[in-house]
């Protein structure tokens, strides 16, 4: 017989809530800047700035994935828009014949140049414009661990897929 969760408690119960309400404004205002600057939805977003990011620009497609807790398919779909509009490339892998490498173009890049301005000042008037800057140390520390442990058993579209030996 499974025991029942512990309640939780008043403070439990409004550091969930407002998490959920944080999160669902913020996401709802950074997505609409993500529009109106670039024409560009969130997950779309993510891939180029983690491209962006990357040592040479590219990455495969399943680790793009397990980057932005995003499906396979459902990420496979964004490449494609972003490729259709020539801010990435997509070819097979140079190492795995099975996979598709994606690679951000220089008009990819120069559309992260024009959104991040505004997602910067967004993320500033939103987020952090109330924050001390210890109190920005604080909530990183605290959102990092959380997220590492709920990264130890991530759901199947975060989870790294295990690469066969060579």
Do not use: C, W
């Not at 969930?16 to 609409?32: D, K, P, T, W």
């Not at 670039?38 to 977003?45: A, E, I, N, P, W």
């Not at 990357?54 to 396979?72: F, I, K, N, P």
């Not at 991040?116 to 987020?127: C, Q, S, Y």
Request: charged share 25%; aromatic share 4%.
């Amino acid at each position: 017989m499974t025991e029942s969760p512990r309640p939780l408690g008043p403070s439990e119960l409004g550091a969930y809530f407002a998490l959920i309400e944080v999160s669902s404004l913020l996401r709802h205002s950074v997505e609409q800047q993500l529009r109106d600057a670039g024409d560009l939805s969130y997950v779309q977003f993510q891939l180029l700035a983690s491209l962006g990011d990357s040592r040479d620009g590219s990455r495969r497609m399943t680790d793009l994935a397990d980057g932005v807790v995003y499906s396979r398919s459902g990420l496979t779909y964004q490449a494609q828009v972003l490729d259709q509009r020539g801010l990435v490339t997509r070819a097979p892998s140079a190492d795995d014949e099975r996979s598709t490498t994606v690679t951000i173009t220089s008009a990819g890049r120069d559309l992260l140049a024009r959104v991040f301005p505004g997602h910067i000042a967004l993320l500033n008037d939103l987020l952090f414009a109330t924050l001390a800057p210890s109190e920005v140390e604080n909530l990183a520390g605290l959102l990092g661990r959380v997220r590492d442990h709920m990264r130890s058993a991530p759901p199947r579209s975060a989870a790294p897929r295990k690469r066969k030996a060579t």
